[in-house]
Each structure stands twice: as structure tokens, then as C-alpha cells.
């Protein structure tokens, strides 16, 4: 598995980085097939370390964890923690999914950008109902199941996961709702 550990602001040292390595291996091979590689990011938001993780799995998946604790270590140790329980739970199904899938996960390439909120400090009215473009990124969006799309918004700790439905045209949007239930929009 490729590692990608970095700080942001802060030095990371080669045993955090070794004790990193270790405990991920562990903690993802025990429930996952062949991860392909992992993004671990340290940061401080005030007196608190801040560890998030991403791994991304050889079937196209992928599984983050964020956690905030004292110590780095620490931080880091609750983010794995979070990982592997998120791991554990999808475990069958993440083994039935490569299974099932004869082929990996097909990526379809699309635009993601970050739009400027329209607050007003004096609360006037905007000029325009253009929203202004703050950045944009390049992102995938995944062929999936409605099942794997849940599965993936609940690995990937999202509130929404946007997906192609197998078999079909369009954009299919799963998310969650704030009775704790999933909702899935397909469009006609």
C-alpha cells in the first residue's frame, strides 16, 4: 500500500510515520482486500491535534476517518480506531461487492467547484443571483449500485454521495436525512 503522511503546519517525524504505517497496515488488512493506497493528514485546530485518513480500496471504494484528541499520537490512534470499526461493519459486504463485480468501478470524470456564500455583512440584498466561483476541483463519480452507493457514503462519512446507477443514464444522488434515514433521488 502507498502512504501519503503529511502535516499541515506541524512536523511529522519518521516514528509517527512508522507507527502510522504499522497500525493502518494492521487495521485495514484485517477487513479490506488489496487497499491500494492511504492519505493520513495531520493538523492543529487550537490546542487539539487533528488526524484525518483516507484509504482507498483496489474494488474503487474508499474509507475515511477524521479525530481530534490532546496528543497526536492519541489523535491519530482514535482516527484508526474510527477506520477500522467502519471497515469491520462493511466487511462482508465489501468482500460480496468485489465478488460480485467483475470488473472495477467505473469513474466518470466531472467538475466540482466551491461557491462564495452570499452573506452580506450589512444582510443587503446580493447584486446579482450569479453565485461567484471561489475554486474548482476535478472529481469522480463512481458507477455503482444504490446499495454500494450507501455503503460508500457511509465509508467515506459524507452526507451525500452523488453515482451513476448501473445499468442506467444520469445521476443518482443518496443521502442523509435528518430522521436517520437514507433518501435516494432518481431522476425519470
Not at 477524521?66 to 477500522?84: G, L, P, R, T, V
Not at 463519480?141 to 457511509?154: D, F, K, P
Amino acid at each position: 500500500m502507498r502512504y501519503q503522511i503529511s502535516g499541515k503546519q506541524i512536523d511529522i517525524g519518521e516514528a509517527l510515520q512508522t507507527h502510522v504505517k504499522t497500525e493502518l497496515d494492521i487495521a485495514v488488512q484485517k477487513y479490506a482486500e488489496r487497499p491500494t493506497d492511504a492519505q493520513v493528514i495531520f493538523s492543529k485546530s487550537g490546542h487539539e491535534f487533528v488526524c484525518e485518513t483516507t484509504v482507498h480500496l483496489s474494488t474503487g471504494l474508499t474509507a475515511s476517518a477524521k479525530a481530534h484528541e490532546n496528543e497526536i499520537y492519541a489523535a491519530f490512534d482514535s482516527c484508526s480506531e474510527k477506520m477500522e470499526k467502519q471497515l469491520r461493519r462493511y466487511k462482508r459486504r465489501l468482500k460480496d461487492h468485489h465478488r460480485e463485480r467483475a470488473t472495477p468501478v467505473e469513474l466518470l470524470g466531472a467538475s466540482s467547484y466551491i461557491l462564495a456564500s452570499e452573506k452580506d455583512a450589512e444582510g443587503e440584498e446580493p447584486e446579482t443571483l450569479q453565485p461567484m466561483i471561489i475554486a474548482e476541483m476535478q472529481t469522480k463519480i463512481a458507477t455503482l449500485s444504490v446499495g454500494e452507493a450507501v455503503m460508500q457514503m457511509e465509508l467515506s462519512g459524507a452526507p451525500v454521495q452523488v453515482f451513476r446507477q448501473e445499468g442506467k443514464d444520469g445521476v443518482n444522488v443518496v443521502y442523509r436525512r435528518e430522521d436517520g434515514n437514507i433518501g435516494w433521488i432518481d431522476p425519470a
